[in-house]
């Protein structure tokens, strides 16, 4: 299958700073990649669907000017984690869509102590 | 009404037991429907995806999809304690949108 990259695996910031994840699907070119989140023991949540040189579209109740999207090109979408707290901390993690199939990236740890 | 269903489990079977996996959608329109699994700390990969009516297979998994019904299965014929992990099903109302995803069967194969 197509190969999704994300960087970095694991982070583990101060509480107030920002963190940035970055997606990149390395073999094939995605107009739509996805935005994860998901809590231990908890199903993947969507955070927002970021199509290639247009605003991401959030899910309700996901606050867009907190985590910021940018998809500048069609293998790099970027997620920022902005002021981030303690209960930002979570698995974050990028799908490509690839036609008819949906690719994840291996997911990046974001811990805010 | 959750769009697309999944027995959470866990669901155990034994050692080279075949292991049978469900899911509901809500949603007649859908087109394509896919089976993921996820390791735990992992994130999920694509096992198989199905569009039409019928049995799917592919090694030791098959899928089938009964679109009248809205249902589609995964079965893992010959399972191992590899195999042991979460099972996400997921939905694509058309070929443009998003998948929605079921919330996982957690699967335990017994050695």
């Known amino acids: 299958g197509a190969v999704v990259s994300q960087h970095p695996s694991r982070v583990i910031c101060k509480s107030g700073t920002s963190v940035k994840i970055e997606c990149r699907s390395l073999?094939?070119?995605?107009?739509?990649m996805f935005w994860y989140r998901q809590f231990p023991k908890q199903s993947l949540m969507l955070m927002a669907t970021?199509?290639?040189?247009?605003?991401?579209?959030?899910e309700q109740g996901v606050e867009k000017d907190k985590f910021l999207i940018n998809h500048a090109s069609l293998t790099l979408s970027t997620l920022t984690v902005t002021s981030a707290h303690p209960e930002d901390s979570s698995f974050y993690i990028c799908s490509a869509k690839a036609v008819n199939e949906q690719f994840f990236g291996p997911g990046t740890r974001l811990t805010v102590l | 009404q959750k769009e697309v269903e999944q027995n959470s489990g866990p669901l155990s079977v034994p050692e080279g037991a075949i292991a049978s996996l469900n899911c509901t959608y809500s949603d007649r329109g859908s087109q394509s429907f896919f089976w993921y699994r996820q390791y735990s700390g992992k994130s999920p990969e694509l096992i198989m995806f199905?569009?039409?009516?019928g049995d799917k297979e592919d090694g030791r998994f098959t899928a089938q999809l009964n679109k009248a019904s809205q249902y589609v299965s995964l079965l893992i014929r010959d399972s191992q304690p590899s195999d042991s992990a979460t099972y996400l099903c997921a939905v694509n109302h058309n070929y443009g949108q998003n998948f929605v995803f079921g919330p996982g069967t957690r699967l335990s194969v017994l050695p």
């Open positions: 199905i569009y039409s009516n």
């Open positions: 970021s199509n290639e040189g247009s605003k991401a579209t959030y």
């Open positions: 073999d094939f070119q995605a107009t739509t």
